[in-house]
């Protein structure tokens, strides 16, 4: 066990920059967790299963009045966040802590240190596994940008911090800290970096993305958007390429780079056979097992067991897959693959979109969310509309992140794709999960440009190309309306979803140009196909 060490923050006891070993040895004795048989550190966070994102404040002030898109964000007085960090300093004043220094980026032109203090040690675990790890030279003169502040026990006060409950995340930009309490969900760290990031970016003319990447040996890198249970994690570890990362990344003048140091994968009915690389790094001493439920006497993983939440997680560093970048750095994108788990079952397994098109879906963000990612939601996924795909994560007005990203694909003749991981031959509760061995095959085929020599057909209600064969894929499958037993019933419900489609896009119009608009879904389908 390491010595505590002089700190500037008044606790009985400060740990600074612990190992792994030596944080699942707290977590263990502290009884934060119990010991897989694999080796991984088995934890519960009931019940905070999922991210509390209406509980999520940033500090108005002078700085972020006009910068910060107040229609998708909480705001905090300054007076608020005063008395808060006030109550916060005092609270973990009787507590132990866990200090972690780390960084969030792989690009050092870039990257934001990261100071994490932690009231729990599997805490410090999974952001050490998440985040990038300086090394002892960097560690000697560690400076924080950012001070992240997590405790757990701790319980907000609504009528006087001006939250809307115990729980609370609040940002103070300005201030670079960051306060975290009542709730148990560790994800919560992690996109507490992704928002000051996704903030502070824009200004540098760097895209910050909620994305999954990887790279093929030739250095020709593909992003993977899509909000979590559409595929980012699974499509992008690849044996054949090189991982990148699974979550959050930047796009600069140098190419993509990787905010993180590890991976958090979803792991509800995970298997050896279809996801080998996830199955492997979470089955081993050093990763974290959220909510994943141990058989009893065994105590081997159960990733089947959806008793605690569907939203079951693996938090493990990048070099647990066998294939992971080194450098977590690569050229600028050849594809962009925007992913959504269509509950309606109408697109089809993968489209082609023009630049206009791709800033059109990047900021609608269809998809469905996944059963028990936030609090609140049921048992079945709901479809929705979360711009860029990550709004929760964007401070910034999306026209902001759209923009950019319209830039740097046209500068870099980027090709991009809208893949569907949802539903097919009908929707939720009647057709079924599309198969990921074609999603597969049709990504390699988009990622090796077998798709550009395909003959093509123009979908009639959003206008994109949608190839009409592929060797080796069921052609069926390609044209969606030909899936459902009930043609009529698919026309029905694909006008429904383009007039969502839409209705959303409608506070966009202001900030797009004409050819975004256009890309819009038809109001009526061709008679052809109605």
């Given at each position: 066990?390491p010595?505590v ?9 400060v740990?600074?920059n612990?190992?792994?070993a030596e944080l ?21 966070t009931w ?7 209406a509980?999520?404040?940033?500090v108005?002030d002078?700085?972020t009045?006009d910068?910060v898109w ?8 300054e007076?608020?966040?005063d ?5 916060v300093?005092?609270?973990?004043a009787?507590k132990d ?6 960084y969030?980026g792989a690009?050092p032109?870039?990257?934001l240190?990261?100071?994490?203090v ?10 050490r596994?998440?985040l990038r ?6 560690l000697?003169?560690f400076a924080?940008d950012l001070?992240i502040?997590d405790?757990?026990?701790f319980?907000?006060?609504?009528d ?8 609370v995340?609040?940002?103070?930009f ?5 306060l975290?309490?009542?709730t148990t969900y560790?994800?919560?760290?992690k ?10 970016l824009?200004?540098?003319?760097v895209m910050?993305m909620?994305c999954?990447a ?6 020709h ?7 979590s249970?559409?595929g980012?994690t699974?499509l992008s570890?690849d ?7 699974d979550?959050?990344h ?14 958090y994968?979803k792991?509800?009915?995970l298997?050896?056979?279809?996801e080998p690389e996830i ?6 001493f ?9 058989t009893?006497g065994g105590?081997d ?5 959806a008793r605690?939440t ?10 647990f897959?066998a294939?992971?970048?080194?450098t977590?750095?690569?050229?600028h994108?050849?594809n962009?693959?925007m992913?959504t788990?269509d509950?309606?079952?109408i697109?089809p397994p993968?489209a082609?979109?023009?630049p ?7 900021l609608?963000g269809y998809t469905a969310?996944v ?10 996924p ?5 711009t ?8 910034r007005h999306?026209s902001?992140?759209g ?10 003749n ?5 893949v569907?991981?949802?539903w ?6 009647e ?7 074609a999603t ?7 990622l ?8 093509m057909?123009?979908d009639?209600?959003?206008?994109f ?5 592929l ?16 043609p ?15 209705d959303?896009?409608?506070k ?6 004409d ?8 109001q009526r ?5 109605a």
């Open positions: 066990m010595a060490t002089s700190s500037p923050y008044s606790a009985p006891q740990s600074h612990n190992s792994v699942v040895e707290l977590a263990l004795k502290r009884g934060e967790g119990k010991l897989a048989s694999t080796g991984a550190l088995a934890v519960e019940p905070h299963t999922g991210r509390s994102a509980d999520k404040f940033i108005c002078d700085e009045e910068t107040w229609d998708n964000t909480e705001a905090m007085t007076a608020q966040f008395r808060l960090y006030r109550d300093q005092a609270f973990k009787g802590l866990f200090v972690q220094d780390l969030g690009d032109n870039h990257r240190s990261v100071r994490m932690c009231e729990y040690a599997w805490h410090a675990l999974f952001i596994q998440l790890r300086p090394d002892v030279a960097e000697a003169n924080p001070t502040i405790l757990p026990s319980r907000a006060a609504p006087y911090h001006g939250t809307k409950g115990e729980r995340i609040a940002c103070n300005k201030k670079g800290i960051i975290i309490g009542g560790a994800g919560e760290m996109k507490s970096v992704f928002t000051v990031l996704n903030y502070q824009p200004g540098k003319d910050p909620h999954s990887n790279v093929d040996d030739d250095d890198s593909a992003v993977f958007f899509g909000l249970g559409t980012k699974t570890a044996a054949r390429r090189q991982l990148i990362g979550d959050e930047g796009w600069g003048a140098e190419g993509i780079f990787n905010f993180e140091g590890g991976c994968a792991t509800i009915r298997s050896r056979q279809a199955w492997d790094a979470c089955n081993q050093g990763a974290v097992l959220e909510n994943v439920v141990l009893p105590q993983p159960d990733f089947e067991d605690l569907e939203n079951t997680r693996g938090a493990y560093p990048l070099d897959i294939n992971a970048s080194t977590s750095r690569a050229g994108p050849k962009i693959i992913l788990a509950a309606f079952g697109l993968i082609k979109l023009t206009s098109q791709a800033m059109y879906h990047f609608s969310k059963a028990g990612t936030e609090r609140g939601m049921g048992n079945e709901q479809a929705t509309f979360s860029c795909f990550g709004a929760p994560f964007m401070p999306p902001v992140y923009n950019l990203l319209r830039d740097l694909i046209a500068k870099h980027v090709d991009c794709w809208l569907n991981t949802g097919t031959g009908g929707k939720y509760g057709g079924s999960r599309m198969p990921i061995a597969r095959a049709l990504l390699d085929a988009a090796s440009g077998e798709l550009r020599d395909q003959a057909r123009q009639p209600l959003f206008g190309e949608v190839p009409v064969s060797p080796g894929i069921d052609s069926k499958i390609l044209d969606p309306r030909g899936t459902w037993s009930d009529l019933a698919y026309d029905k419900l694909a006008a429904e979803l383009g007039q969502m489609f839409n959303n896009f409608k966009y119009e202001a900030h797009v140009d050819d975004v608009i256009a890309a819009a879904p038809r389908l061709p008679q052809s196909a």
